[in-house]
């Protein structure tokens, strides 16, 4: 890198924002980190690479003002910031959860949502503030869908990082329940790759809309397997209704613009486990 780069992180607070500031900063980019009380928008400021790592997961149902504060008001203001070369806007591929199995998630579909279903503040949301991003981005805003993400340390709310948190306070032979069924299958992605990621589309993605997965859902009664023969933790699931299997997402576009080929599950949690007491 020649010039030195400079990026804005809004959320830098969170699992994903956290990890973006270091993977940056470890590659020599200025990062600046607004706190939540920066008044938006802003002039005359040079932010950079502006990346929108702001939102609620796992409790938007009880906090609908403050999703729709972090999902839609917030990022529409800074949208009207004046000095930006990119802004990246962490979006979800949880949106296509409610298309039929065996479709094909591009980026290109149109969702069925509804007002009346509490499970769509969420999916409303965000598709607001993708369509923010478009409408006030002037050509420099960029949407990424993000799959599951995990860590190998752990450390957020999501199904995987809870699991690997409870396998570190487990011995080996120890048993672990879980409260999900093991026909559950999502679409993993590990943090180093979603980080990288992010950076292309930021500084040289020509779309609008990325899916930032791994292209291949994985069943949670497969995860149980591979934990059990690498760590030795034994899993024991709650009985539970089985899902409806999600679509599988597409990543064609992230592969044919950045030569996208992130690790498997079993690539980067087997190493990890095995190696555990």
Not at 222 to 249: C, H, K, M, W
């Amino acid at each position: 890198m020649g010039e030195r780069s400079t990026a804005t992180i809004i959320g830098s607070g969170g699992f994903i924002g956290q990890a973006l500031t270091r993977h940056l900063q470890a590659a020599g980019w200025t990062c600046i980190l607004p706190s939540r009380d920066v008044a938006w928008p802003q002039c005359g400021v040079l932010h950079g690479h502006i990346f929108y790592c702001a939102g609620l997961t796992a409790d938007f149902a009880r906090r609908p003002a403050d999703t729709i504060e972090a999902h839609v008001s917030l990022v529409s203001r800074v949208l009207q910031s004046e000095k930006y070369d990119s802004l990246v806007y962490l979006s979800s591929t949880r949106l296509y959860d409610g298309l039929p199995a065996g479709v094909e998630a591009t980026e290109d579909l149109c969702f069925p949502v509804s007002p009346r279903k509490p499970r769509h503040l969420y999916d409303l949301s965000k598709l607001m503030g993708e369509a923010a991003c478009l409408a006030l981005g002037s050509g420099r805003a960029r949407i990424a869908r993000l799959a599951s993400v995990y860590d190998s340390r752990g450390g957020d709310d999501g199904f995987l990082p809870q699991l690997l948190d409870k396998i570190a306070v487990t011995r080996r032979g120890g048993e672990i329940r879980l409260a999900s069924s093991p026909a559950f299958s999502r679409d993993y992605v590990h943090m180093d790759d979603v980080v990288a990621g992010l950076v292309h589309i930021a500084t040289k993605g020509k779309a609008d809309i990325y899916n930032v997965a791994s292209g291949k859902n994985i069943r949670n009664g497969a995860l149980a397997s591979l934990i059990q023969e690498t760590s030795g933790r034994r899993i024991r699931f709650e009985p539970g209704n089985v899902p409806v299997d999600p679509p599988v997402i597409d990543v064609t576009r992230m592969a044919c613009e950045f030569g996208w080929r992130p690790d498997s599950v079993a690539g980067k949690l087997s190493p990890l486990l095995s190696g555990l007491d």
